[in-house]
């Protein structure tokens, strides 16, 4: 199938409709040919924007993409490279505990690391991974705009921030920041109604939505029992394959038209996710998800 692309910003990168995912690629067992070719499969299906962050693996999965991407360097014409800086933690000896560092110098070091993990010259997207209660907006500010200026990131966003701390860090960039990434699932639906998702629809910008599948809870846990039988009820309705396509599709049925998140390596979940692109909630199948995931109807 085609996958659709989307513009994450009206001045920002254009991105797949999906997003693959590399947060967990230290546990699928891969070597580095295996990798190469996970790559070459999702970009041939049209998955060609990847997440990354410099902690995930334990400071190891960047690496170990880089480590498949060099057997095919001409991949990298193919793709958009997204990662996250901005957490510490104690897997780095220098860090007595997990905490969070959005200082102008860490920022352009971590920056910096990852391109080196990942053997690449640039980022498309470098994101600030979580607010930081210390942050100074005017040090991540000159982060940015030296890492524009040297050519080592494309566009920047951040992930996980408020409206309020959105707005802050954008008053102080020449450049719109292109994306916040949230965790928007039946199962965390604050950003529906906080404020985080209206403040990208009114920027028309495009959020990408991680843990779409709770980390895998909306599946397996038998407290989300009923959740997962009125799923498979829209299932059928829709004629899905699958209940991870209704998921998919509940999100992506969201007004600001966040761009999804695959957790998995695997071909066949890979392929099956996108087949969510073609499906077409209506108004009460959305809010049927919604108040069995809740528990409740609406006011």
């Known amino acids: 199938m085609s996958v659709s692309r989307i513009k994450l910003h009206p001045e920002g990168p254009e991105f797949s409709r999906f997003i693959m995912g590399y947060w967990r690629l230290m546990e699928w067992g891969l070597n580095p040919a295996q990798r190469r070719d996970l790559l070459h499969y999702h970009l041939d299906l049209g998955v060609t924007t990847v997440d990354h962050a410099d ?4 400071y190891q999965c960047e690496a170990a993409f880089g480590e498949g991407l060099k057997l095919a360097p001409e991949l990298r014409q193919r793709l958009e490279i997204v990662s996250k800086c901005g957490i510490a933690l104690t897997a780095d000896p220098a860090h007595q505990l997990n905490h969070y560092i959005t200082s102008r110098e860490h920022i352009i070091s971590s920056a ?12 498309d997207l470098l994101l600030i991974h979580r ?3 210390l942050m100074d907006a005017d040090e991540v500010a000159e982060a940015f705009i030296a890492l524009r200026q040297a050519g080592k990131i494309r566009h920047a966003g951040v992930s996980n921030f408020t409206p309020g701390q959105f707005a802050l860090l954008q008053s102080r960039l020449p450049f719109p920041l292109v994306t916040n990434q949230v965790e928007i699932s039946p199962l965390h639906q604050e950003p529906t109604l906080d404020g985080t998702l209206d403040q990208l629809q009114q920027l028309r910008i495009r ?9 895998g809870r909306l599946l397996t846990d038998p407290a989300c029992h009923f959740l997962r039988e009125e799923l498979e009820r829209v299932r059928q309705e829709l004629g899905a394959q699958t209940l991870e396509q209704v998921v998919y599709a509940w999100v992506m049925r969201l007004p600001s038209q966040p761009l999804p998140i695959i957790g998995s390596g695997r071909r066949e979940r890979i392929a099956s996710a996108l087949q969510a692109d073609r499906l077409q909630l209506d108004r009460q199948q959305w809010f049927r998800i919604r108040k069995a995931a809740l528990g409740y109807d609406v006011p």
Do not use: H, K, N, V
């Open 131 to 133: 607010p930081d209660p």
């Open 207 to 215: 959020p990408m939505a991680w843990s779409c599948l709770g980390g």
């Open 112 to 123: 910096e690391r990852s391109l080196q993990r990942l053997g690449t010259d640039y980022l």
């Open 55 to 58: 902690i995930y693996g334990g």
